[in-house]
């Protein structure tokens, strides 16, 4: 195996923790990716990885040649795409990963359009809450919604949405309208969450002070279709992010509830790992998806379309 193989060997083992998973991610044995970082580590006289039975994990040394294996793999990457020409044409598999609900709500007819500008390029769309390891995942756009801590990754916002408080006209009827906060601990809840115990909602008040109520929780659920299926059946107030239920608002299955009250705002971001060279279809992604969502979401005209009614 020559040097670039192995140095692309050794960076998917340290990726994934494991010689298997490894050779499996390269279609080769386990036995040949192991002899290919042994000579890498003969060739460079040091130890590169700490072996144990269950997980392999690196050295100093090795975690060192790591990130400078991957800039270099990088690179070499980017010079083939540009002898390719493929930054005028993308090619190849592009992996994305992103949250279930905003990814069936909008990300498939945003991929299906992309497709279609980008027909030799082949999409695998994967959805997921759970936030994973873009670089042990092997992904090359992380699609979240969030507050971003600070991260290795880089981002790219896309678009806005915001948190806003719903319930059926049904519901309203039946049990009333808040007319402030503290109207909330009187109504039920459907929380997102892991349980029903010990729920508060926080908001943000106009001196831009922070209050949190107890709230009486009908049910809870870590997912927002859930919540939102529940809300239309006129079970109960949700808070939930307008990519969700901005259409609902806009056709009145669902109304906002103390609408001058905020619960935030969240950016949506591209994430990706920092390479000098960005790779073709990566960039061609992130600009296609900022462009399709934009300043001016689809699901925030729902706001533009009460207030000109108000009017």
Sequence with gaps: ??????????????????????????????????????????????????????????????????????????????????????????????????????????????????????????IELMLTDRFIDPVEEGVDVTIRIADLADSSLIARKLASTRRVLVASPAYVARFGSPTKPDDLADHRWLAYGATTTLQRWTFARDDGATTSIALKTALCSNNGNVLRAAALAGRGIAELPTFLVGCDIAEGRLQVLLPDVSGGVFGIYALYTPNRYLAAKTRVLIDFLAARFGSDPEWERFDRQSRAARI
Excluded: W
């Excluded at 991610?25 to 269950?54: C, H, I, N, W, Y």
């Excluded at 100093?60 to 400078?68: I, K, P, V």
């Excluded at 980017?78 to 990814?103: C, W, Y």
């Design 1 to 122: 195996m020559d040097k670039l193989d192995a140095m692309n060997a050794f960076a998917k083992v340290v990726a994934h923790g494991s010689y298997a998973e490894a050779g499996r991610a390269l279609g080769l044995t386990r036995s040949a990716v192991s002899k290919a970082v042994m000579e890498l580590e003969q060739l460079l006289g040091a130890r590169l990885l700490d072996r144990t039975t269950r997980r392999v994990s690196p050295t100093e040394a090795g975690l060192s040649y790591y990130e400078r294996c991957l800039e270099i793999l990088a690179q070499v990457e980017e010079t083939e795409l540009q002898v390719s020409r493929l930054h005028d044409e993308p090619k190849g598999v592009l992996k994305i990963n992103a949250p279930m609900s905003f990814g069936m709500l909008y990300l498939g007819d945003a991929v299906a359009a992309f497709m279609a500008d980008y027909p030799d390029l082949k």
